[in-house]
């Protein structure tokens, strides 16, 4: 048996079910509980007013939740490209002014070495 055959999907409020530790002999009533507590789980949430049921409180602060990392993300990246921009333009401007005064100690030991 793979490990992934011990595994019997959930359903929105209901986790799903690891048979792995659970002995053989009690397997198919674990499974046939589990799938009844899925049944008695959806007939309630019918029951249940709209704004009460599952999909509209937890699975609503889940998509909310998910939104607002995605948006984080987009925050991050523009960021970090933004940052790269800088290091960019100081890295250049860096090498720029290291190269004046390259050039400027080349000058003045030119100009030493034709004063001697």
Same mark, same amino acid.
Not at 33 to 58: A, C, F, G, V
């Given at each position: 048996?793979?490990? @992934?055959?011990?595994?019997?999907? $959930?359903? @929105? $409020?209901?986790?799903?079910?690891?048979?792995?530790? !659970?002995?053989?002999?009690? +397997?198919?009533?674990?499974?046939?509980?589990?799938?009844?507590? !899925?049944?008695?789980?959806?007939?309630?949430?019918?029951?249940?007013?709209?704004?009460? +049921?599952?999909?509209?409180?937890?699975?609503?602060?889940?998509?909310?939740?998910? +939104?607002?990392?995605?948006?984080?993300?987009?925050? /991050?990246?523009?960021? @970090?490209?933004?940052?790269?921009?800088?290091? /960019?333009? +100081?890295? #250049?401007?860096?090498?720029?002014?290291?190269?004046?005064?390259?050039?400027?100690?080349?000058?003045?030991?030119? #100009?030493?070495?034709? /004063?001697?």
């Amino acid at each position: 048996m793979s490990s @992934k055959s011990y595994i019997i999907p $959930g359903y @929105k $409020g209901i986790m799903s079910l690891d048979l792995q530790n !659970i002995d053989i002999i009690h +397997r198919k009533q674990a499974i046939d509980q589990h799938y009844n507590d !899925i049944k008695k789980y959806t007939m309630d949430q019918s029951e249940m007013s709209p704004q009460l +049921r599952y999909e509209n409180t937890i699975e609503r602060i889940q998509k909310l939740h998910k +939104r607002d990392f995605n948006a984080l993300e987009k925050r /991050v990246l523009y960021a @970090k490209q933004n940052q790269m921009k800088l290091d /960019v333009i +100081r890295t #250049n401007s860096i090498i720029q002014h290291q190269m004046k005064l390259n050039a400027e100690d080349a000058i003045i030991k030119l #100009n030493e070495s034709r /004063v001697k």
